[in-house]
T-cell receptor, first 114, second 114 residues
Framework: DTEVTQTPKHLVMGMTNKKSLKCEQHMGHRAMYWYKQKAKKPPELMFVYSYEKLSINESVPSRFSPECPNSSLLNLHLHALQPEDSALYLC?????????????FGPGTRLTVL | AQSVTQLGSHVSVSEGALVLLRCNYSSSVPPYLFWYVQYPNQGLQLLLKYTTGATLVKGINGFEAEFKKSETSFHLTKPSAHMSDAAEYFCAVSNSNSGYALNFGKGTSLLVTP
């Protein structure tokens, strides 16, 4: 199984809502990532978890809260988002954070904030 | 610091023609280089990667790339374009200084015409 799954595929939320994005992999990978991708732009790294511990937070606003309950699962909790947060949110995983490990990407969650 | 420059935000080729997508990198330590492809409304898929060893790297779907240290380049080629190759292509670099986080170029949109 070389798949990273993400749910939901699409999410529409108001600025006062609380929602969560979910990412799952069963490849035994120990590094997991959240990226944000705006239209016609490259992915921007948000968070990196390594062995279930947060190792990189790219100065992301606190309205985004990541969580890694176990080695297969990664969540992104959303609260009080702004319309400019509308984007494709991509999850990825890699064997670990070593030098040549390729990242496997999920299909993404398309988020629209009204 | 590390960075990637992709020359040409849009490239158009005829079906059956050579595909050449350009990528130049900057890295103060030995780089690890990747090419990813993204089809509309999908996640990123790894085409190929260079870590160490052979400088000519073959990937999926008939793509290949050559690491040229003297030119700090990692251009992506395919001898004969198919309509199905139309997509967004991202070059990315990582190295030890960045904790092996991927740094993406701005992307090149490939259009294949009949």
């Amino acid at each position: 199984d070389t798949e990273v799954t993400q749910t939901p595929k699409h999410l529409v939320m108001g600025m006062t809502n609380k929602k969560s994005l979910k990412c799952e992999q069963h490849m035994g990978h120990r590094a997991m990532y959240w990226y944000k991708q705006k239209a016609k732009k490259p992915p921007e790294l948000m968070f990196v978890y390594s062995y279930e511990k947060l190792s990189i937070n790219e100065s992301v606003p606190s309205r985004f809260s990541p969580e890694c309950p176990n080695s297969s699962l990664l969540n992104l909790h959303l609260h009080a988002l702004q319309p400019e947060d509308s984007a494709l949110y991509l999850c990825a995983s890699s064997q670990d954070r070593g030098r040549s490990n390729e990242q496997f990407f999920g299909p993404g969650t398309r988020l629209t904030v009204l | 610091a590390q960075s990637v420059t992709q020359l040409g935000s849009h490239v158009s080729v005829s079906e059956g023609a050579l595909v050449l997508l350009r990528c130049n990198y900057s890295s103060s330590v030995p780089p690890y280089l990747f090419w990813y492809v993204q089809y509309p409304n999908q996640g990123l898929q790894l085409l190929l990667k260079y870590t160490t060893g052979a400088t000519l790297v073959k990937g999926i779907n008939g793509f290949e790339a050559e690491f040229k240290k003297s030119e700090t380049s990692f251009h992506l080629t395919k001898p004969s374009a198919h309509m199905s190759d139309a997509a967004e292509y991202f070059c990315a670099v990582s190295n030890s200084n960045s904790g092996y986080a991927l740094n993406f170029g701005k992307g090149t949109s490939l259009l294949v015409t009949p």
